[in-house]
């Protein structure tokens, strides 16, 4: 075996093995990515917690430019935001989230946290999650921070996510939630009407350790 073959063989090994351990650690460990723990809208997914989902065991893959193009624009923009998935957060709003939150950086919380969430404010055909009238949104409280109250909103009818960042005046207010205690798993029921096609669910969640917003967008789609 020549030396080129041997470091192609080393390459290959340490590519196999580092896929399988974060499959493993996927495995292991369903609601986590990072070590620094918070929490994050699951199901509909959030975009970035659905780009680590689907491709945080395979994020190098080309392929992904192809079947997920706007992960693949936010991998390549920067991967942090999908290992820290649950860290989409803004310190100290007071309550003002559209002072602190201008229209087009809805999704990137402000372009919160150094900018690493600003590619999710990018429009484009995110992958979405089929619902229908009345569902239910998860948010995983992975360090249980509890909650204050989660508001949660959707676009309205005519707004396109494919071709327009998002702004407030692009969202109807569904439901404000009461406190949550301290837990892991919170699920609000919402309820719509007259909504069809593609849309953003939009979720705020005021955590109550201290004065922390989480800004969320889930993509959906009510078919």
């Known amino acids: 075996m020549n030396c080129h073959d041997r470091v192609e063989r080393v390459r290959r090994a340490s ?41 945080g065991a395979d994020f190098q893959n080309p392929a992904m430019a192809q079947q997920d193009p706007m992960c693949w624009q936010a991998w390549q923009a920067d991967p942090n935001a999908m290992w820290n998935w ?25 372009r919160t946290e150094g900018g690493r969430y600003n590619a999710l404010d990018t429009a484009g055909a995110w992958k979405t999650t089929a619902v229908n009238d009345n ?30 960042p998002l702004g407030w005046d692009d969202l109807q207010l569904l439901t404000t939630t009461g406190r949550y205690a301290p837990g892991q798993n919170y699920e609000i029921p919402v309820s719509t009407s007259g909504l069809s096609g593609r849309h953003v669910l939009y979720t705020v969640w005021q955590a109550s350790h201290m004065d922390q917003t989480y800004f969320l967008c889930s993509d959906v789609d009510f078919g």
């Not at 310190?91 to 402000?110: H, K, M, R, T």
Request: one cysteine or more; charged letters at 10%.
């Open 86 to 110: 649950n860290g989409l957060y803004r310190n100290g709003s007071a309550g003002n989230f559209e002072a602190v939150v201008p229209d087009g950086q809805l999704c990137s919380g402000g």
């Open 135 to 164: 569902f239910t949104v998860k948010l995983h409280d992975q360090a249980s921070h509890g909650a204050d109250y989660i508001k949660v909103y959707v676009s309205r009818q005519g707004y396109n996510p494919s071709t327009q």
């Open 15 to 55: 590519t196999l093995a580092l896929g399988a351990l974060t499959a493993t650690l996927l495995t292991l460990v369903p609601w986590s990515g990072t070590a620094a723990a918070h929490g994050s809208v699951v199901d509909p997914a959030s975009r970035n917690y659905g780009c680590w989902q689907r491709w």
